[in-house]
């Protein structure tokens, strides 16, 4: 944009000296414009982005220790039979507090095992292997039902 940056500068202050201070001790540091602007507006802003951005991938770590073994294909196949119920226990414990639970771990395992083997070889995305999984009369809702419940407009044969 070849505009320059253009700070106005304050006016220096001077303090009148008190004839017991020394010089050397305690003298205010002026910041050029350029360097106020850092200080005070730029490294603060820097700041709170990395602040932001720490608490964001925290959150996104969490999520993938809940559903990363469902983003894709490649991840749901490569699991053993033991590995898939740790994987369904802690998705489980998600939704479930102590008297209740909204995911039946048996059921959930049982299906998600047939699911790795009806899968065809290659990656593929969570969307995908829901179309996959439409397709193959696996699910009792198409995709835009299950996206939106109380999509009147859909006509598909499983609503």
């Not at 991938?57 to 559903?67: N, T, Y």
């Not at 859909?154 to 609503?159: E, G, K, N, T, Y």
């Amino acid at each position: 944009m070849d505009i320059e940056p253009e700070f106005p500068s304050k006016r220096q202050r001077k303090r009148k000296r008190h004839h017991d201070e020394i010089n050397d001790q305690e003298e205010e540091i002026q910041l050029s414009a350029m360097e106020s602007f850092r200080v005070n507006y730029f490294l603060v802003i820097v700041d709170n982005e990395i602040l932001s951005l720490t608490s964001r991938f925290d959150q996104l770590k969490k999520f993938e220790k809940v559903f990363g073994f469902l983003f894709n294909s490649k991840n749901l196949k490569s699991l053993d039979d033991s590995k898939l119920q740790e994987c369904c226990a802690t998705f489980g414990k998600a939704f479930s507090d102590d008297k209740s639970s909204d995911v039946d771990l048996h059921d959930f395992v049982s299906e998600l095992k047939v699911l790795q083997v009806t899968l065809p070889d290659g990656l593929m995305s969570a969307l995908e292997i829901l179309h996959f999984c439409y397709c193959c009369r696996l699910l009792s809702k198409c995709l835009c039902c299950l996206l939106d419940p109380l999509n009147s407009a859909c006509d598909c044969s499983l609503s």
